[in-house]
């Protein structure tokens, strides 16, 4: 099938044959070996590799997965990913492809199609295209795709014309020009959700600070307000004579109510 597939990819780069001709033609021999092999034993081979493949990736646990037990630096790093954190542009390169992709979208350096694109609006606005990923390099399909790509086009007409759709332009708009923090949640890419998350953290600690700062103000004034009870205290007991005196003397030194609560107390028990 390997051997297959390269020589339709020659024949189509050498220019020896239209698309759509070649289309036809790959239809029928498509149709003529499903007809020497017995569907049955289609379907046997199927399920046979079906079960290999689970075979070699071990039984399937039905136990949940703790993320937090989940090693990231153990996971193998994407070169693309690396790159977008240094803020080069992704390589591009021209792939041709026996049906139509969709139409490309192509993305700013730093920019990635996983963080970048607004998953999820379609969550809540309908599109006539679907979002794809192919080989970390993002297309939009129309809904209306013949699958026949034209000779020297990377798309179909129709999923061509998508470029012409307001609401594909707009978005394509904000996600470059970015999008305000204060818009609906579903309109922003995981990137501006990671910057919300970021920008909402730095305020949550600064809020913090702020509550341990009026805290510590509050526990002084409350101090302020015992100091000020146990003066009147102090001298409704009338245990200190020449009061008058000892407060004069206070507030020429610039003494705190503590401190005269302090004396008067010594002063009442002579040690003043
Ligand atoms: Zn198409």
Redesign the pocket.
Known sequence: MQGLLTMLTKFIQAGHVQADVLEGKTARLVRAMEALIPKATILTQARSIREASAASQGAVSNEPIDVDKLDEHALPVRDSASNSAKGKAPARTRRIYLE????RILFGPGQNPYTTYAWAMHVHHETPWDPMMIRDEMFV??WN???I?PDNHE??I???ALVRNNVLRNMLKRMKEGIHENSPHHYQPIAGLLGIIHIKSARINVLRLLKLNDNRALLHRQRQIEDSKRFVLAVASGKVTRISALVRTAVKRGSSVRAMVVSMEKAAVDLY
Do not use: I, M, Y
């Not at 139509?100 to 139409?103: D, K, M, N, V």
């Open positions: 139509c992709p969709g139409l399909r129309s795709c013949n699958d790509v798309a179909c129709p999923c061509e």
